[in-house]
């Protein structure tokens, strides 16, 4: 799979789209997106950020540094392409338990917690994705309260 992404990746004239992955990899990807979205929530993706958001994928997905690294690049590219993120919490609302997706947006809030800040447009950036997971805004405030201990 691995080898496939980075053939995928450099070779621009083939299917850059997470259609062309099978269903397993179309969630994992679909959950890249949107940590990376968190990452960039406040217009600014630090390293720290990407490094866990790069970490999260290894220890939820159990996957290799390398496959991790390899997704978030294409996360990356499906990230910009992308009109909204109505087709990856769909498929994420398809594919996930309710509990699976409260671990989502548990690890959405420790990404936004990282830089010790929050700002208005990552508050705005979780409630939205709170919404679009099919959760209540009580599931919100208990992956917003378990993540901030656990960063800090």
Known sequence: MLNFIRRTLLNKSQDLSAESFGREERTRIAASV???EAAHADNECTKEELE?????????FKLSQEHAEDLVELAHHERKNA???FEF?????????????KA??????????????????EDHFAR??????????????A???QAREETY
């Open 34 to 36: 949107i940590l990376l």
């Open 52 to 60: 866990h958001v790069i970490e999260t994928l290894r220890s939820d």
């Open 83 to 85: 009109v909204d993120l």
């Open 89 to 101: 919490t769909n498929h994420i609302n398809s594919e996930f338990s309710k509990a699976e997706k």
């Open 104 to 121: 989502v947006l548990q690890a959405v809030w420790r990404i936004i917690h990282l830089d010790g800040q929050l700002e208005k447009h």
């Open 128 to 141: 939205k994705l709170t919404h679009l997971l099919r959760l209540t805004p009580d599931d919100m405030i």
């Open 143 to 145: 992956a917003k309260l």
